[in-house]
């Protein structure tokens, strides 16, 4: 059944905490739409909405982290991220505090909210800094997985939620460790590296290309700090090219952090596509479509890399 990475975040916090681990979570007033309220549904004394102030959401979440708690916090990507950097750089990673930055409605498959709420550029802010590991799971199970790491990893992380339902990619179950990557599919022609909802429209991809004789390995870069690198640099020896696709910018995401891996340790042709522009208003899948982002956009994409 389709879900939203976003549902497992509340719901994932209420286990953590029935489990045992000392958790706490902030929110900016958005508390409903990342799913915090059923964690403080759950445990009222664990959550802490803090308003529309998304800077005293990180000093709080960090000062909670200075009393020993796993702290976790909330809003929307575009603001969780982009409107408390300073925050982030300097009091949590550069005192590699226990938070965990977890916002949601990230990409353009926000939808209807348009450009102004589409985080394209959240990534990139968080790989750049120092201490801060960065995952973006492609589906309610990995975002399951993401978040039980990041609680039971000491340290800053950033774990990319969306709005959005998404296809099941994973059992229930699943679990990962830091610098994951996963070949979901075997390939001999090219190599789509795909994260978050880009992995099963890569998926579906590769089946549409399966039908004109083309083979397609598909590879879920979930970790894209630190990067699996022997299974990145395994799958680009073995096609000898690279697509990378994610519903975020091509500049500084994860196609940059491959395409940089790739320069240094194993050259191949590399294609990044993503976002270059801001987004618009619109129904998810549309967007997916418009931006040449969805499955047949993908196909498009390879058949042109490999000139057919």
């Not at 990507?77 to 925050?87: D, K, L, M, P, S």
């Not at 699996?228 to 680009?236: G, K, N, P, Y």
């Not at 967007?287 to 499955?295: E, K, M, P, S, T």
């Amino acid at each position: 059944m389709a879900k939203a990475t976003r549902a497992a975040f509340g719901e994932t916090l209420i286990k953590l905490v029935d489990e045992g681990m000392d958790i706490m979570a902030v929110d900016a007033d958005l508390c409903g739409s990342t799913t915090t309220a059923k964690f403080g549904a759950a445990y009222p004394d664990r959550l802490f909405d803090v308003g529309i102030a998304e800077q005293n959401m990180i000093g709080v979440a960090s000062g909670l982290a200075l009393t020993g708690r796993t702290v976790f916090t909330g809003s929307f990507a575009v603001f969780g991220t982009g409107r408390c950097w300073e925050q982030i750089r300097n009091t949590v990673c550069d005192s590699g505090l226990n938070v965990k930055i977890c916002p949601t409605h990230a990409g353009i498959t926000v939808g209807a909210d348009g450009a102004t709420h589409q985080a394209l550029e959240d990534i990139a802010l968080m790989r750049v800094l120092p201490g801060m590991r960065v995952l973006v799971p492609a589906d309610y199970a990995s975002a399951v997985a993401a978040i039980r790491l990041a609680a039971a990893t000491p340290g800053p992380f950033y774990v990319r939620l969306g709005r959005e339902p998404l296809p099941e990619v994973y059992d229930e179950g699943f679990t990962c460790d830091v610098a994951f990557a996963n070949v979901l599919r075997e390939g001999s022609d090219i190599s789509i590296m795909a994260c978050g909802v880009e992995v099963a429209q890569a998926l579906a991809a590769a089946d549409a290309l399966a039908a004109e004789g083309i083979s397609v390995e598909v590879v879920d870069v979930m970790s894209v700090k630190p990067l699996d690198e022997e299974t990145i640099i395994a799958s680009a020896a073995k096609t000898g090219r690279v697509l990378t696709v994610e519903e975020h910018s091509i500049y500084g995401g994860m196609g940059s952090a491959v395409a940089e891996l790739l320069s240094e340790k194993h050259p191949v042709p590399v294609t990044r596509l993503g976002m270059t522009t801001f987004g618009q208003s619109g129904d998810a899948a549309e967007l997916l479509a418009y931006y040449g982002l969805d499955a047949a956009g993908l196909a498009a994409r390879v058949r042109e890399v490999l000139g057919k």
